[in-house]
């Protein structure tokens, strides 16, 4: 193996926050240096499959391909789903960062995973990394990984109270010395919203829209409160009719998308919920001066804050970059010897 111990000098040694949504690769000395979704296109061409695309050019065939082309999420909640595609997602990730070289890579990688991810789970994301050509595969916690990012007091016997709104899991999590003291992973995301609003527009306008077409209503116009005069802005979209199967457009206000996205929105509250009622005492006396920090990219979603402040009375914080905070926890993490004890195998 000493031939691969000298090529591994030649690595870089990455984090990457493998997320339903986006995958995040923080490289060692070099931080952030790349944030694409998490998609892969798959050609089918006389029987064999191959990688059309992946990320950025992936998303953008999503719900318009011909029929020997797949546009494919390999990440369903959080978790591998195709471990196969999982894998070429990875691998292409890997060379990207590593640029046109001559000789293999061996990489470090410490990858993140939900808390409530099972064993076997874990193993499919261990072995897509370890197929995709790393030395070493470590594993850390999500809501861990997001309270280094954000500059948490993690390391202290102080309690803190985490909230990582992803693509497909919402983790809420308290913690205090290096460990997780109270985590559940509930399984509501910026996936489920996208649902909530197409539903809403099918139900109520007969309007059938795309996954891109709800994601793009939510980051523009979604809250998740309602506006004080019931309406809010006013967003023009654009769908096939139900009624005469014919292209149309419609015009959608805040006050009809704070309804469509309050049962997504709800569910991530009880899951804060249950989690602070399961607190102990001194770490629920710590998190009311400390408050709960947000992160992820559903902490983008307006108003959200304001909704968990009014049901919990507690202070709630937005962290500064909730799109790559757990990206930067996991990057610390494989850099900063104090948070090495964070890292698990399995």
Same mark, same amino acid.
């Given at each position: 193996m000493w031939f691969k111990n000298l090529f591994k000098l030649m690595s870089h040694d990455m984090a990457i926050d493998l997320g339903t949504a986006n995958t995040?690769?923080? *490289? +060692?000395?070099r931080g952030v240096v790349l944030n694409e979704p998490s998609v892969v296109a798959i050609e089918t061409e006389n029987g064999i499959q191959r990688v059309r695309a992946v990320g950025d050019d992936a998303k953008l065939m999503m719900g318009k391909?011909?029929?020997? /082309?797949?546009? /494919?999420?390999?990440?369903r909640d959080g978790v591998i789903a195709d471990i196969?595609?999982?894998e070429q997602m990875i691998k292409h990730f890997i060379q990207k960062v590593h640029g046109p070289r001559r000789f293999p890579r061996w990489p470090e990688i410490v990858i993140c995973v939900p808390s409530g991810s099972t064993k076997v789970e874990r193993r499919a994301i261990r072995d897509a990394a370890s197929n995709a050509g790393a030395s070493q595969v470590w594993l850390i916690e999500e809501? $861990?990984?997001?309270?280094?990012?954000?500059? $948490?007091?993690?390391?202290?016997? %102080?309690?803190?109270?985490?909230?990582? %709104?992803?693509?497909?899991?919402?983790?809420?999590? *308290?913690?205090? !010395?290096?460990? !997780?003291?109270?985590?559940?992973?509930? +399984?509501?995301?910026?996936?489920? $919203?996208?649902?909530a609003i197409s539903s809403y *527009?099918? +139900? @109520?306008? @007969? =309007?059938l829209i795309g996954e891109a077409t709800a994601e793009r209503i939510k980051k523009e116009v979604g809250v998740a409160l309602m506006p004080a005069d019931g309406k809010g802005q006013t967003i023009h979209i654009k769908g096939r009719d139900l009624v005469n199967g014919v292209p149309k457009e419609i015009a959608i206000n805040q006050g009809q998308l704070a309804e469509a996205l309050s049962e997504p929105v709800g569910t991530i509250v009880e899951g804060v919920r249950i989690a602070l009622e399961n607190t102990a005492p001194e770490l629920a006396a710590d998190i009311v001066d400390q408050g709960?920090?947000?992160?992820?990219?559903?902490? =983008?979603?307006?108003? /959200?804050?304001?909704? !968990?402040? +009014?049901?919990?009375?507690?202070?709630?914080? %937005?962290?500064?970059?909730? =799109?790559?905070?757990?990206?930067?926890?996991?990057?610390?993490?494989? #850099? #900063?010897? /104090?948070?090495?004890?964070? =890292?698990?195998?399995?």
């Open positions: 995040v690769v923080y *490289v +060692r000395g391909t011909p029929d020997a /082309i797949q546009a /494919i999420r390999p990440l196969d595609v999982a809501p $861990m990984a997001a309270a280094i990012g954000a500059d $948490m007091p993690v390391t202290e016997a %102080i309690g803190s109270m985490v909230v990582d %709104i992803g693509g497909g899991t919402t983790e809420v999590a *308290v913690l205090s !010395l290096r460990g !997780l003291a109270y985590t559940t992973s509930v +399984r509501t995301g910026g996936d489920k $919203m996208d649902e *527009v099918r +139900r @109520n306008h @007969n =309007l709960i920090v947000l992160t992820g990219g559903g902490a =983008l979603l307006e108003g /959200i804050d304001e909704v !968990l402040r +009014r049901e919990t009375g507690l202070p709630v914080t %937005i962290a500064e970059d909730p =799109l790559t905070c757990v990206a930067l926890g996991t990057g610390r993490a494989l #850099e #900063e010897e /104090i948070f090495r004890g964070v =890292l698990t195998t399995g």
